[in-house]
């Protein structure tokens, strides 16, 4: 038994020990009765929470709704459902719900659902006053108080008899609004409404009108009334009186105002009546206003009024309407079917219109300076009418014209348009300008004073003069120009600069320069120009030729450089030709000098080099040598004893030879077959020359010959002989 209890106590345990394990299959939110709901109506919000368990053990649930992002309602339950309940919806609650579930610290929420509450709340509509005056204003004001902003409102002011007038107003924060209705005339009674709406997922939705409020309107004074005396169809001449009254509640700041055509005729303040008169004129007939004010209030009352002619306008007539000077005019002023009338004659003018005569006829010479309009006035029973203008032009003769260039001489450049003007200097206009070239009509100018013609058909050889005709409507007729004769500019063309000799110029010797042009019209300008580090004008010459020379006498190192040559003429366009360059060289006879400078001492010296040498060999060849060896060994220590005993004397020719180098072969010496028959043998000696006037030592080597007879019984072999000068010789 104890061991069963155990069993079942272990089982018990581990039951208890074992983990809870759930999982949230789904968490939903429905709506109950529906989505769409009207306004009042109950609505109920159901969270509902799908959990799965392994065991069925208890599960604490927190249950939160929101609505639009905003907590609405949260409860804590065991159960897998919360209920919100709204007992009235209304269109604020109007939204998107959404449901959360937490449990066991897992959370899930649902989908989110939207709720819509139709019908607004009934606006209620309160007003400031329940009577006001005509020119008032009344204040309304309209409140939705269970709506959520933003919301619309409409205002409505009912009248009898009339469409409705309606303002509205956006208020995006607050539920109410508030506007102004003005009391205009003719408003009695008045009623007012208004009516909100708002948006719900783009579409609008309106509430019902509200209550309607009374206005009762009383008004401050009557309309006016408005009178003309003795009658509103009068005849000219006759004075009118227009009275204008009212009746008024109180006086203060009340006016009354008469107009015509919008022109003020007459006001008074803080009077019941007003009262104005004038003389009736065809200009009174139409149709006048009075207007009564008050503050905002305002009434007015019209009367047409008709003024019949008395008489009609003067006609002003003219003998002539465009006359000459010192002609006469004759004004003529008359009324039709009418005679008895105080008639005058004026010149307008632009001060004030100036008086000519008290009369129905005006005859007067004229000039220039009568030319202008002219009216004619009559007066009937203190009426005065006036004509209308009549224009008298009175025209002086032109005087001849003259014709010009414009701006300068009677000529133009080639290629170049012509600008004529012609002049009158006297003369009414208009004038009419005629300009020819020569019989041929070019252009016709109506003007002033003067015309201007531009002929841009300019020909090389174009010989045709110019004239011009004037003339106005004076009777003299036509007036013509002289004669205008233009000369035609050739503009310089193609310039070229040349020079004899060209290139190189010998210093000293003269240059001449010659500037040319292709084509150009006389006179022209030669200037010519040296270019070195700046330019130099050195010629400057007008010619009536194509071309020009100058000469330049004694040219110069100075002178070498780059020349051209520019020439112009009236058609002021300056031709530069292309650059020459001048290289001033050595003259002739200057190199003669330097050459000689050169080359005279270079032959004395070759002369003096040759009369050396030929005097030296003809020391050294002297009379012909034969000697024996026993005659030769004894001239040789002869010679030798003299220099020793004349030291310091002047030797010509002396000179030693060399044992290595110089030496005379001796017979014995030539070992051969023709040793016996060999006669003559040549000894080369170095020389030491020294110069007669004692200049340094001039070493030479020089092979002397020397021809040695030999005997048969006197010949020396195999000797060698040396010749040895003068200590001190050079």
């Known amino acids: 038994m104890y061991l069963a209890l155990l069993v079942i106590f ?6 208890y020990t074992q983990e809870e394990v759930f999982t949230f299959n789904a968490v939903e939110i429905k709506v109950q009765p529906s989505v769409k709901v009207k306004n009042g109506a109950p609505v109920s919000i159901v969270c509902h929470a799908d959990i799965s368990k392994n065991t069925d053990f208890q ?7 929101f609505k639009d992002g905003k907590l609405v309602f949260m409860t804590v339950s065991d159960k897998g459902d919360a209920q919100y309940e709204i007992p009235m919806a209304r269109s604020s609650d109007t939204g998107d719900y959404e449901c959360t579930v937490e449990a066991g610290r897992k959370t899930k929420s649902s989908n989110s659902l939207h709720v819509w509450v139709t019908g607004m709340t009934k606006p209620i509509l309160t007003a400031e006053k329940k009577e006001v005056l005509e020119g008032d204003v009344v204040k309304l004001r309209c409140e939705l108080p269970e709506e959520v902003p933003p919301l619309y409102f409409f205002f409505r002011k009912i009248k009898m008899n009339s469409t409705p007038k309606e303002k509205h107003v956006f208020e995006p924060y607050r539920n109410f609004s508030v506007v102004e209705f003005s009391v205009e005339e003719g408003d009695n009674i008045l009623q007012f409404d208004c009516f909100g709406r708002r948006t719900v997922k783009l579409e609008f939705e309106n509430s019902e009108h509200s209550n309607k409020t009374l206005v009762t309107v009383r008004e401050p004074f009557i309309k006016p009334t408005l009178s003309a005396k003795p009658s509103n169809n009068i005849t000219e001449g006759d004075r009118i009186q227009f009275e204008c009254s009212t009746v008024v509640a109180r006086m203060r700041d009340i006016e009354i105002i008469l107009q015509k055509n919008k022109t003020i005729l007459n006001s008074v303040r803080d009077e019941k009546i007003l009262k104005y008169s004038a003389i009736a004129t065809l200009e009174d007939s139409g149709e006048y206003l009075c207007k009564v004010e008050q503050g905002r209030a305002s009434k007015t009352t019209k009367l047409n009024v008709d003024v019949s002619e008395l008489f009609p306008k003067p006609i002003l007539a003219a003998s002539m309407n465009k006359l000459d000077e010192n002609t006469e005019l004759t004004l003529s002023c008359s009324i039709s079917g009418f005679r008895k009338a105080n008639f005058s004659i004026l010149r307008k003018n632009s001060n004030g219109d100036i008086w000519l005569k008290n009369s129905r006829n005006l005859t007067m010479r004229v000039n220039v300076n009568d030319t202008g309009s002219y009216i004619c006035k009559a007066e009937v029973k203190g009426i005065v009418k006036e004509s ?7 025209y002086a003769p032109v005087s001849k014209p003259t014709l010009s260039v414009i701006g300068g001489l009677p000529e133009v450049v080639l290629g170049k348009p012509l600008r004529l003007i012609c002049h009158s200097v006297t003369g009414t206009p208009p004038i009419t300008f005629t300009f020819y070239k020569g019989n041929e009509i070019k252009k016709i100018v109506i003007n002033d004073t003067y015309a201007t013609f531009l002929d841009e058909n300019i020909r090389r050889n174009d010989k045709r003069g110019y004239k011009c005709d004037a003339r106005n409507n004076h009777s003299s007729g036509v007036k013509t120009s002289n004669i205008l004769n233009i000369t035609v500019i050739v503009p310089i063309r193609n310039a070229s600069l040349g020079s004899i000799p060209y290139g190189e110029v010998e210093d000293g010797s003269e240059t001449a320069f010659l500037c040319s042009v292709k084509e150009g019209s006389w006179p022209i300008l030669f200037r010519i120009f040296r270019k070195t580090d700046h330019e130099v004008l050195l010629f400057e010459k007008s010619e009536n030729a194509d071309r020009v020379m100058w000469r330049k006498e ?17 058609a002021n366009v300056d031709v530069k030709s292309h650059p020459i360059t001048i290289s001033v060289i050595l003259a002739s006879w200057q190199k003669g000098v330097i050459a000689a400078f050169v080359l005279i001492p270079i032959a004395g010296a070759v002369a003096l080099t040759l009369w050396w040498f030929l005097w030296k060999k003809k020391k050294a060849k002297g009379p012909s040598v034969e000697m024996s060896g026993s005659a030769l060994a004894t001239n040789l220590t002869s010679e030798k004893l003299t220099r020793q005993h004349n030291d310091g004397d002047y030797y010509s020719g ?17 070992k051969g077959p023709d040793l016996e028959s060999a006669e003559v043998e040549y000894t080369e000696v170095e020389v030491s020359t020294l110069d007669p006037h004692r200049a340094p030592v001039q070493k030479g080597t020089e092979t002397v010959y020397s021809e040695i007879r030999k005997a048969n019984n006197d010949s020396v072999e195999n000797r060698h002989s040396r010749i040895q000068g003068h200590p001190d010789a050079t």
């Open 10 to 15: 272990l089982q018990c345990s581990e039951l």
């Open 59 to 65: 599960l604490k649930h927190n249950f939160t709704i």
């Open 388 to 394: 209308k203008p009549v224009r008298i032009n009175v």
């Open 554 to 570: 004694a040219m110069n190192r100075q002178d070498t450089g780059t020349y051209y040559c520019i020439a112009s003429n009236r």
């Open 654 to 670: 002396s000179g030693y030879i060399e044992d290595s180098e110089n030496h005379m072969k001796s017979t014995d010496e030539s």
